[in-house]
T-cell receptor, first 116, second 111 residues
Framework: DTAVSQTPKYLVTQMGNDKSIKCEQN?????MYWYKQDSKKFLKIMFSYNNKELIINETVPNRFSPKSPDKAHLNLHINSLELGDSAVYFC???????????????FGPGTRLLVL | DQQVKQNSPSLSVQEGRISILNCDYT??????FLWYKKYPAEGPTFLIS???IKDKNEDGRFTVFLNKSAKHLSLHIVPSQPGDSAVYFC??????????WGAGTKLIIKP
């Protein structure tokens, strides 16, 4: 009974393809996030949703589109994949609306995306 | 522009000794700091946090120290155990807004 799950765990694809990563949390949390861990290992927030409402949208290319069908799910769709999109993508959730540090965030295991 | 810096990519410590992981920050508006721990092929998990109104917070073997004048915080693990081998991330936030993360320090506990 994984708290935050992501699928797939690994994704290898060609440049130009469109792909989706799915995230589900069974913690009953209101807020979900997508982070990108780049080659320098920094975790950078991409998006945050609270009860299906977008509350953080950092400067990411508009090829990246989050979709939240309900508050337990936050999927990430990426169009026209580029080499620079290769990274580890982490989904996370927290209990309340506030997106910052005073709430514990619970992370999924990550999706390792490699664009060839 | 790295607002949170962990300058040591890795640290090796003997089992039973103290591990000290360091983190420096540049944004004086940060008011909350956290440490997360990450094992391979897993996501980060919350370890310990500290508010900027405090200079120390302790939880079992883990203690975080905050030196606001130096814009520096450290995580002490005493005594270090093999299960502590992981990557440790320092993170900070302003007014409970989004977290800004460091690049992590890989801690290796030697038996």
């Amino acid at each position: 009974d994984t708290a935050v799950s992501q699928t797939p765990k690994y994704l290898v694809t060609q440049m130009g393809n469109d792909k989706s990563i799915k995230c589900e949390q069974n913690l009953g949390h209101d807020t979900m996030y997508w982070y990108k861990q780049d080659s320098k290992k920094f975790l950078k927030i991409m998006f945050s949703y609270n009860n299906k409402e977008l509350i953080i949208n950092e400067t990411v290319p508009n090829r990246f589109s989050p979709k939240s069908p309900d508050k337990a799910h936050l999927n990430l769709h990426i169009n026209s994949l580029e080499l620079g999109d290769s990274a580890v993508y982490f989904c996370a959730s927290s209990q309340y609306r506030l997106a910052g540090g005073q709430e514990t965030q619970y992370f999924g295991p990550g999706t390792r995306l490699l664009v060839l | 522009d790295q607002q949170v810096k962990q300058n040591s990519p890795s640290l090796s410590v003997q089992e039973g000794r103290i591990s000290i992981l360091n983190c420096d920050y540049t944004n004086s508006m940060f008011d909350y700091f956290l440490w997360y721990k990450k094992y391979p092929a897993e996501g980060p998990t919350f370890l310990i946090s500290i508010s900027s109104i405090k200079d120390k917070n302790e939880d079992g073997r883990f203690t975080v120290f905050l030196n606001k004048s130096a814009k520096h915080l450290s995580l002490h693990i005493v005594p270090s155990q093999p299960g502590d081998s992981a990557v440790y991330f320092c993170a900070a936030s302003v007014s409970n807004y989004q977290l800004i993360w460091g690049a992590g320090t890989k801690l290796i506990i030697k038996p």
